[in-house]
């Protein structure tokens, strides 16, 4: 019923993916560049030492097929599940050197019908059959989850994080 009346490009629109897009694309030439630039320098200091030439090639070749990856995970589309909340829970982790305390949210979710958006609007059917998936989830949204209910949630492409609750 929800997915009927909403505006799906609207909040495509709203999730600013070209922004994270373009954003990812400098990053991965920066880190091209940055890459080429440090193996220029240690061929320089480096010249008889082969050892460290293929350590630092092959620690920039790294760096930069994780940056490949994490661009290509920002084409796909982002995806709207409906289904039951079955649990929820918290996850704290305490940083022993200064106390400090990072709070980690997940909720599990029997994903009864999904599908994927794009820019114009368009739902493309993703699953057919019920599945269960563990999303992470924002603190503010976390309140709000109340296991047994029916929820429309909007998932981010590239990390399974839930972007907001419809």
Request: hydrophobic share 45%; net charge negative; with cysteine.
């Given at each position: 019923?929800?997915?009927?009346?909403?505006?799906?490009?609207?909040?495509?629109?709203?999730?600013q993916l070209d922004t994270l897009k373009?954003?990812?694309?400098?990053?991965y030439i920066a880190s091209v560049v940055s890459g080429f630039i440090m193996i220029f320098l240690a061929g320089l200091f480096f010249r008889n030492e082969a050892t460290v030439l293929y350590f630092v090639v092959g620690i920039?070749?790294?760096?930069?097929?994780?940056f490949q990856w994490r661009l290509l995970l920002l084409f796909k589309s982002p995806r709207v599940f409906t289904g039951r909340i079955y649990d929820k829970y918290e996850k704290r982790r305490v940083n022993d050197a200064d106390g400090s305390e990072k709070l980690y949210c997940f909720v599990k979710m029997e994903v009864v019908s999904s599908f994927s958006i794009d820019k114009y609007?368009?739902?493309?059917?993703?699953?057919?059959?019920?599945?269960r998936v563990q999303l992470?989830?924002?603190?503010?949204?976390?309140?709000y989850m109340v296991k047994g209910t029916e929820v429309t949630l909007l998932i981010m492409p590239h990390n399974d994080y839930i972007a907001r609750m419809i």
């Open positions: 019923m929800i997915a009927q009346m909403t505006n799906w490009s609207e909040i495509y629109r709203s999730l373009t954003s990812g694309i400098w990053m920039v070749v790294l760096i930069v097929l994780y609007g368009n739902t493309h059917d993703w699953n057919e059959q019920p599945i992470n989830c924002p603190s503010h949204l976390f309140e």
